[in-house]
């Protein structure tokens, strides 16, 4: 169904958005210039074309334009185009778009050949300008180049064609399932890794100053795959080598900016603006001056011949001219691109997976590479069709049975080819960075998911994950496929999968908080708690003397080589030592030592003592009469042990009793325990009651209550009578 009998032209969309007329046309839509009778605006309206809202790859296609309005519309600058409206017209996807007044900056390379520094410098710092805003709000351009940026009629630039946009964290080169984007301005990244980053849009800013400045790209090459090569492989040339004379800092940064490592280019879009600021600020007049004389005008392209005032609409339409290349067999492609070299298709089927490069002298600048663009156009050879008009006409049933042939020859080679060729499956992409020696298996495994992923997608081979640990294969990257090695074959027919088992990296395990406390149930079986918590490797020391603890019971830890607590891998190695308990010892013989030398044997030997004291008649005052633990027993640190320490024999001061009666005299010592002995004077009256004239020992001296037999001490009285 042709576009031209969808033609919107005077009808009015969403009873809002009147058409005039036709602006451009591009390989995903046309645009058209329309008023906006609500708000009485010109705008351009971007309607996609009719062949991809009723393909294979609706989804994909829709998904790219609506993302390039989200995208654009999240951006406030004014130099980028902005995005107004989206919606849908007769099953068809539309933008309603800025209407921008002015020329690509393509057009304006080709009228002009070279640019001054003045001018090279101004529309880079514009463009970085916008594509700053667009990096402050996530998002990467992925696809900038001379067509995307348009020039309005006051000379400023707008940034348009957002649709390979993304969120930079989610950013690739893959979309739809096809490698897009200009060869001539594509970052090393993009070719070789398949990732797009922030530092990717400044790098193709600087292939276009590059080629203001001198009139031709760094890189040229006669197919896509050798100039993409260049790229990845050759550090950009200093622009001074082409413009003798430039000033020297305006060639650094264009060098900067065009680095071959992401790493060594400005971080972003605003860390180049602000390193080009400064730049400016240095430079003479002569040096804003500069200017490379151009020898030729440039070539011209069908579809910049003309003032553009409106955003070109994706990839521009293929050339007149056309040639079906396939890939040399003796490139080397990096591994992202490694599929173009394959026989098997990785779009679709038949014309839909041939790769199209535009060489006619009015392709309109650098080669464009698009893996998975239809065939347009033939190869004009007119030499043969007319040697074929000039040969004598065959019988009509004889050309009649050769097409036959020729299309049953044609059909049954493209069912071989769909159903049990390379049609009928997919081939397993080689990982970045791997070496297959020829002739033996190549596993996948222990390479990027993230990277490898971006392979199956470019390849547009289904595929699920699932997730395991792995104690050798790194977090994120994968432990196997099914298939397991590259250039298996996926089946296309029985709706077969990939499945990719990416590591979760090593296991992690947690070691108990309280397992040096050994009155809780992990510290009680610090082992079995370690096993528990998931861990395998634990190593006991040997017991030794220095294994003993008076505190810490039998089987809870003395120490640990990790922190109670701590997250680690499972197999990591933990080092335990193993309370043995209270050490065993021997009761030492004390008794009839002193208390001093009975105190230092036993705090040897741990034991905890009770010491009491009494008195004894034959133990010196300070040596051991007994402990409650005889000699040789066996006994642990920390038992108790009951020592009693003589107080000597039990003494007290004897009072004096002269004076006193003798019988009170003597009531009153045998009461305190003594003996009492009483001698007596006899005298007239010998009924007359006797007193204590005299006592041994005396009265006041101190005296032992017991000898050492344990007899009492005797005390002698003697008295007299009392005369009247």
């Keep these: 169904?042709?576009?031209?009998s969808h033609a919107p032209e005077g009808q009015i969309i969403e009873g809002r958005y009147r058409v005039v007329s036709k602006i451009a046309e591009g390989g995903m839509a046309t645009v058209y210039q329309a008023m906006d009778e609500?708000?009485?605006?010109?705008?351009a309206i971007k309607i996609m074309h009719t062949q991809l809202a009723q393909g294979p790859h609706r989804d994909q296609f829709v998904q790219r334009f609506r993302r390039e309005a989200k995208s654009a519309a999240a951006i406030a600058n004014p130099h980028i185009v902005q995005v107004y409206d989206t919606g849908e017209f007769n099953g068809l996807d539309y933008l309603v778009m800025e209407y921008v007044h002015g020329v690509n900056l393509r057009y304006e390379m080709n009228q002009q050949g070279t640019f001054s520094v003045r001018e090279t410098l101004r529309i880079v710092g514009e463009t970085l300008d916008g594509l700053a805003a667009a990096h402050r709000a996530g998002v990467v351009h992925r696809d900038i180049k001379p067509e995307n940026i348009l020039l309005n009629d006051r000379g400023h630039v707008q940034i348009t064609d957002f649709g390979l946009a993304k969120a930079a964290s989610q950013a690739t080169l893959s979309s739809t399932g096809m490698l897009l984007g200009t060869a001539a301005y594509l970052a090393p990244e993009m070719i070789e890794n398949n990732q797009a980053t922030a530092q990717g849009d400044p790098y193709s800013v600087g292939i276009m100053a590059w080629e203001m400045l001198t009139g031709e790209v760094p890189f040229t090459a006669d197919n896509p795959v050798t100039l993409v090569f260049k790229h990845v492989h050759e550090d950009v040339p200093s622009v001074a080598t082409k413009c003798p004379g430039i000033n020297a800092a305006v060639a650094a940064f264009i060098t900067h900016i065009t680095a071959r490592a992401v790493d060594a280019r400005p971080a972003d879009a605003t860390v180049a603006l602000q390193e080009l600021q400064r730049l400016q600020s240095e430079l003479s007049i002569e040096d804003w001056q500069y200017r490379l004389p151009s020898s030729t005008d440039a070539p011209s392209s069908d579809d910049a011949t003309a003032p553009m005032v409106s955003p070109i609409p994706g990839p521009p339409a293929p050339p007149t001219k056309t040639t079906v290349m396939s890939a040399d067999a003796t490139t080397q492609l990096p591994p992202s691109l490694a599929f173009l070299q394959d026989g098997a298709p990785r779009q679709g089927t038949g014309s839909d997976a041939t790769q199209v490069i535009g060489t006619g002298a009015?392709?309109?600048g650098p080669t464009q590479a698009f893996v998975g663009m239809p065939v347009s156009g033939n190869d004009g050879d007119q030499g043969g069709a007319e040697a074929r008009r000039n040969r004598s006409r065959k019988p009509l049933i004889a050309a009649t049975v050769a097409a036959l042939l020729v299309i049953g020859g044609i059909g049954g080679g493209w069912a071989w080819w769909y159903y049990r060729g390379p049609g009928s499956y997919w081939t397993m992409p080689t990982p970045a960075g791997t070496q297959c020696a020829t002739g033996q298996t190549c596993r996948i495994t222990d390479t990027s998911w993230s990277e490898y992923e971006r392979l199956l997608k470019v390849a547009n081979i289904p595929?699920?994950?699932?997730?395991?640990?792995?104690d050798t294969i790194g977090e994120g990257n994968i432990i196997s496929t099914d298939p397991a090695n590259v250039l298996d074959h996926v089946s296309k027919r029985n709706g077969q999968k990939v499945k990719v088992v990416i590591s979760k990296g090593v296991r992690q395990a947690t070691v108990p908080a309280d397992i040096l406390d050994a009155t809780s149930a992990d510290g009680k079986d610090p082992i079995n708690a370690l096993k528990k918590a998931g861990f395998d490797d634990i190593e006991q020391t040997a017991a030794s003397d220095d294994d003993y603890s008076l505190d810490v019971p039998q089987g809870a830890l003395l120490s640990i080589s990790v922190d109670p607590g701590t997250t680690l891998p499972h197999n990591t190695k933990i080092t335990v030592t193993l309370s043995q308990g209270p050490k065993p010892v021997t009761m030492p013989d004390i008794v009839g030592k002193t208390q001093d030398e009975a105190q230092q044997a036993l705090g040897e030997l741990k034991l905890t003592v009770n010491w009491t004291e009494q008195f004894d008649d034959k133990i010196p005052q300070g040596q051991v009469i007994s402990a409650s633990a005889k000699s040789g027993d066996a006994l642990h640190w920390g038992d108790k042990v009951d020592v009693v320490v003589?107080?000597?024999?039990?003494?007290m001061t004897l009072p004096n009793y002269v004076g006193q009666k003798a019988s009170e005299a003597k009531s009153a010592l045998e009461k305190l325990g003594f003996s009492v002995k009483i001698s007596s004077q006899l005298t007239l009256d010998s009924d007359q009651d006797k007193?204590?004239?005299?006592?041994?020992?005396?009265?006041?001296?101190?005296?032992?209550?017991r000898q050492e037999d344990g007899t009492p001490t005797t005390v002698t009285l003697k008295m007299y009578s009392s005369l009247f």
């Excluded at 609500?38 to 705008?43: A, G, I, Q, S």
């Excluded at 007193?691 to 209550?705: H, N």
């Design 1 to 4: 169904m042709s576009e031209a």
């Design 646 to 651: 003589s107080k000597g024999p039990e003494t």
């Design 463 to 470: 595929y699920s994950t699932s997730k395991a640990y792995s």
């Design 691 to 705: 007193k204590v004239a005299s006592q041994d020992p005396v009265g006041g001296t101190e005296v032992r209550l």
């Design 362 to 364: 009015n392709s309109g």
């Design 38 to 43: 609500r708000l009485e605006r010109t705008v």
